[in-house]
């Protein structure tokens, strides 16, 4: 959480969500928000063999990675409650997700919901890629990135262990965790990804595209999720100068890693700021906290 200071008057941004009813209350108080760009989501191990976090049921390292069965990963997105997420972790300030951006944005796909909840038809599916007995697997994240992710991890923990999948939790300073990360250090991590562009071909060449390092595609791609399919048409995309092509083939190309799982949206965070009555702020997509769009209020 930040401040800016124009003169005595006071403007936080990331407001914590436990604050948010209180400072609603305050009558020397205003608060502005905006749905933002980022999706918060969980980058999954989908290409080794072997995973460093994954086990067998009773801790043991295993030489099969089940995390590379889209069938486990499914079983894995339909296990997580969105809505409880959004309602008791982020308390009504985020909004679930289902791709790499949320409504409104340039070449979201109208074919794709949040997942939903179905912890039943999880456990056949999970059972169907022959994991009926379940397996052990650690999520990490950052406890200072974003809002809530500690609690965030801690909440899909819960939801993984009623699936089977006998599920630890280790969160630690984004300076630690981000390295670790990067190194492929994990098998599944929180993570957010914002959108500078407005529209998915930045999550998706950088997040879902193959790695690739001479082209620099696939940098962040943490999971190391490969399919040529999304590559061509996302590579397509960004050679297109027809509008209404490119478009098409964006939403083709999410709809493809989606489909896949390359990784699991969970929610869209929301900004919010608040300030002392009197100033005003334009509420950002972006989240960033600038002071030239801090006014006084008409």
């Given amino acids: ?3 800016l200071l124009a003169g005595d008057v006071d403007l ?6 436990a604050d948010i009813e209180n400072l609603k209350k ?4 205003t608060m502005e928000r905006s749905v933002s760009n980022r999706v918060i989501y969980l980058h999954i191990d989908s290409d080794r063999d072997v995973s460093p976090f994954v086990t067998d049921i009773n801790g043991k390292p295993m030489t099969k990675n089940p995390l590379k069965d889209v069938r486990v990963r499914r079983a894995i997105s339909m ?4 809505p409880a997420i959004v309602s008791k972790v982020m308390e009504n300030n985020a909004i679930a997700a289902g791709q790499l951006l949320p409504e409104g944005f340039f070449a979201v796909s109208p074919n794709l919901k949040p997942e939903k909840y179905d912890l039943e038809g999880a456990k056949k599916l999970l059972a169907e890629a022959g994991w ?3 397996f052990g697997l650690t999520i990490h994240g950052p406890n200072n990135r974003y809002v809530n992710d500690a609690k965030i991890c801690q909440a899909v923990a819960q939801m993984l262990a009623r699936l089977g999948i006998k599920t630890k939790v280790d969160t630690m300073p984004k300076n630690v965790f981000f390295p670790r990360g990067t190194k492929l250090e994990f098998s599944l991590m929180l993570v957010g990804w914002g959108s500078g562009t407005g529209e998915p071909s930045s999550p998706l060449g950088a997040l879902l595209h193959t790695y690739d390092k001479e082209s620099g595609y696939g940098g962040t791609n943490r999971g190391r999720f490969s399919n040529k399919e999304m590559d061509a048409t996302l590579e397509e995309a960004l050679r297109s100068v027809d509008r209404e092509k490119h478009k098409a083939l964006l939403i083709k190309a999410t709809e493809i890693a989606m489909r896949e799982l390359g990784i699991i949206p969970l929610h869209y965070q929301v ?12 509420a950002r997509t972006d989240g960033y906290t600038l002071a030239y769009d801090v006014h006084s209020a008409k």
Avoid at 12 to 17: A, Q
Avoid at 26 to 29: F, I, K, R
Avoid at 271 to 282: E, F, P, Q
């Fill in 1 to 3: 959480m930040a401040a």
């Fill in 12 to 17: 936080i941004d990331f407001v914590p969500t």
């Fill in 26 to 29: 305050d009558a020397n108080l």
């Fill in 79 to 82: 296990a997580i409650n969105r």
């Fill in 132 to 134: 009926g007995d379940g």
């Fill in 271 to 282: 900004n919010i700021w608040a300030m002392r009555k009197g100033l005003s702020y334009k």
